[in-house]
């Protein structure tokens, strides 16, 4: 079993930043893809970005790519998702996830908001 917890959520302004964690509980967090998903009042959760175990490959949403990077410390059982150039359609609530594979996305967080308006 793995619980995960998202910190950093916020009001920020346009073309402002913002950094995300990610923190899971258990000690099997590095063999596990993380993932960070989002979604908005009335529309389906969309996946933003994701990262291998290893932390040696990463993928993006194209909406996000450029602006968001995504990291993981296995050594904190914590993944971060950087964004950068924020934008007002960047306000969501923001899970994290993890699974076995990018395929399988098992355990997720509560979520945490994070709005960009001036």
């Known amino acids: 079993q793995v619980q995960l917890v998202e910190s950093g959520g916020g009001l920020v302004q346009p073309g402002g930043s913002l950094t995300l964690s990610c923190a899971a509980s258990?000690?099997?967090?590095?063999?596990?893809?993380m993932g960070w998903f989002r979604q908005a009042p009335g529309k389906e959760r969309e996946f933003v970005a994701r990262?291998?175990?290893?932390?040696?490959?990463?993928a993006y949403a194209d909406s996000v790519k450029g602006r968001f990077t995504i990291s993981r410390d296995n050594a904190k059982n914590t993944v971060y998702l950087h964004m950068n150039s924020l934008k007002a359609e960047d306000t969501s609530v923001y899970y994290c996830?993890?699974?076995?594979?990018?395929?399988?996305?098992?355990?997720w967080g509560q979520g945490t908001q994070v709005t960009v308006s001036s």
């Open positions: 990262i291998i175990s290893s932390g040696t490959s990463t």
């Open positions: 996830s993890a699974g076995r594979s990018w395929l399988n996305w098992t355990y």
């Open positions: 258990g000690r099997t967090f590095s063999s596990f893809t």
